[in-house]
């Protein structure tokens, strides 16, 4: 199993502030999915990607994927309590199926 | 809404009863997912279901028995659980099983007592 690892694992701050997560892994992968999930409910796609050194814009969020395809970051710009949740790294295991990094638990103060 | 519906939404359990979780997908997905979720671990991969075939049981205790009838429903049987078996389980489902989009429901909170 190829293990991905995010950091850090808890994460609060205020309101406004910037914030940037991890996931890493010493695996290449073929894509990378980053997942937010809310209390109470499941796991809800924000983006996959595909391209080493690749980098995508979700509004506030800012995803990248490094250059060999081995770790990810997510940065949030002007963090809003809205963006409270627990930030999810997941990628194809041999197989395909999905395996998951343990999170990021973030909290965003009013 | 995901499209993926879990019922119940929580349950709470002895470790005598038999109960039992249900999945369902409207989404024309092919692939079916059992997840568990547990404070402080990663979500577990449990079992896979691809054209309503098991394809995949990670070394799963025998407590949790899969059903997947057809392929728009997905059943987890519990019987005899452990304490520690109380979690978070979700359900999801994915176009394809390989590298897809997952679509999760909003789980079951299952507390054995």
């Known amino acids: 199993t190829q293990l991905l690892e995010q950091s850090p694992q808890f994460l609060s701050i205020q309101e406004g502030e910037n914030l940037t997560v991890y996931c890493n892994s010493s695996s290449v992968f073929s894509s990378l999915q980053w997942y937010r999930q809310e209390p109470g409910e499941g796991p809800v796609l924000l983006v996959t990607v595909v391209t080493g050194g690749e980098v995508k814009k979700l509004k506030r969020l800012t995803f990248q994927f490094g250059d060999a395809r081995k770790d990810s970051s997510l940065h949030i710009t002007a963090a809003q309590p809205g963006d409270t949740g627990l930030y999810l790294c997941a990628a194809p295991q041999v197989g395909g199926d999905m395996r998951f990094g343990a999170g990021t638990r973030l909290t965003v103060k009013p | 809404e995901t499209g993926v519906t879990q019922t119940p939404r929580h349950l709470v359990m002895g470790m005598t009863n038999k109960k039992s979780l249900k999945c369902e997908q409207h989404l024309g997905h092919n692939a079916m997912y059992w997840y568990k979720q547990s404070a402080k671990k990663p979500l577990e991969l449990m079992f896979v279901?691809?054209?309503?075939?098991?394809?995949e049981n990670n070394s799963v205790p025998s407590r949790f028995s899969p059903e997947c009838p057809n392929s728009s429903h997905l059943f987890l049987h519990l019987h005899t659980l452990q304490p520690e078996d109380s979690a978070l389980y979700l359900c999801?489902?994915?176009?394809?099983?390989?590298?897809?989009?997952?679509?999760f429901g909003s789980g079951t909170q299952l507390s054995v007592l």
């Open positions: 279901y691809s054209l309503e075939e098991r394809v």
């Open positions: 999801a489902s994915s176009l394809d099983r390989v590298g897809e989009k997952l679509f």
